[in-house]
């Protein structure tokens, strides 16, 4: 070698090791429904070779974006694999600086259930293009090592940051056909079937244990209501007025019980009215005022679907009602009874922009009384069925 080669030699080597150092560190997620973590070594293998990489797991189901951010990590992979009509794929997302994804994939898997080789250099070439690495010497490129680099693991935190948001706010509405019957016969009180079109619904959602983690983090207080006047209910030749109310509050409990399902449920004090008023002066005869108040159980379901941005949603609810009237205590009708209304939702929820979704569901809810002997024997019913049939439509705000 010619004396003045060997300075250039190394300057070549310290401008290669100086390259080298200023790549980017970076993250990566477990991919959630990589069973075998194959697709997980994939990434790893070709994202990983000459770069400083870390694998930090998620919290609570969520991208810990800040911890990984503040492990010195530039790029965050976070991925998911799921089923679509044409069969597996893989959705990734590369977070940088915000709490969106700078880039997202959504790539199908092969038979085999793996990437092939062109998707994973194009993956490379991608993330070094949002991370502003520059592409290496054809010359004086690094090949990549055979053998998939073993990252380092970091240990989770002793208490994690709880996830998610400290309140939650619903609004939207709730149309439903309400109906009062006696499917028991004998002479009853007159029943009514009105329609709630556009029933205004609120709800709210507090999380006051949030810095406590843990299991703990998901208890949340609750209410809700639900309000409609001004419904039209004719009887004869006069139409009448009447106010819908359901007020609904109490203790919520969210709880991920697997990747796939999350469980909520549910204690509350409820009261529920359909109030007719008079029309000039004169009531409706023989027609009750549903005045109820007592307590439910309610448990909830939500099931992601593949990714965050759907999930299906369930549930079911049943209250006992320790105040039945007018119907059960009222002085024009029963002496006395009981009540208890079961009930049943399905639907979905649809992630929007930033924390705002979209929840659209269905429901059927069925009230029975069980009515004491009337002692004038005006009325010898014994039995009174309350249904109510609609769903509702809400956006939700989890800032």
Known sequence: MAPWTRPAVALLALALAGSAAATP?????????DVRDQVGAQLVGALCGVRDCLQVAPIGGRPDLARARGLGAEGFFVGS??????GRVLSLALFTTGTRPERTWVLPLGADGLLCGAQLEQLAAAM???LGVPPPLAATAPSRPAVLPA????????RPPAPGPWFAVEAGVEPAHLSLRFPGGGTAPVGYAVDLPVAPRLRFELHPLRPAGGRAAGLALFADATWQPGIDLPAGANHHQADYLRLRGGLLWRLAVARWLGLLPALAWERESLVVHPSGGVRVPGL????????????GLEVPLGGPRLALLAGGRAAWWAGAGELAGGSSFFPGGSAFTLEAEAGAAVALAGPLSLRALVRYAATTW???VDPSGAYTARSAL???WG?????????
Request: proline share 11%; hydrophobic share 40%; no cysteine.
């Open 25 to 33: 560190r970076i993250a990566i997620a477990p991919v959630k429904g």
């Open 81 to 86: 694999i799921w089923r679509e009509r044409g």
């Open 128 to 130: 070094d293009a949002v």
């Open 151 to 158: 990252l380092p693991r970091v240990p989770a935190p002793d």
């Open 288 to 299: 009750p005022d549903t005045r109820l108040t007592g307590g439910s159980i309610a448990l």
């Open 370 to 372: 069980n009515l004491d």
């Open 386 to 388: 309350a249904e109510s």
């Open 391 to 399: 769903g509702r439509v809400m956006l939700r705000l989890e800032p």
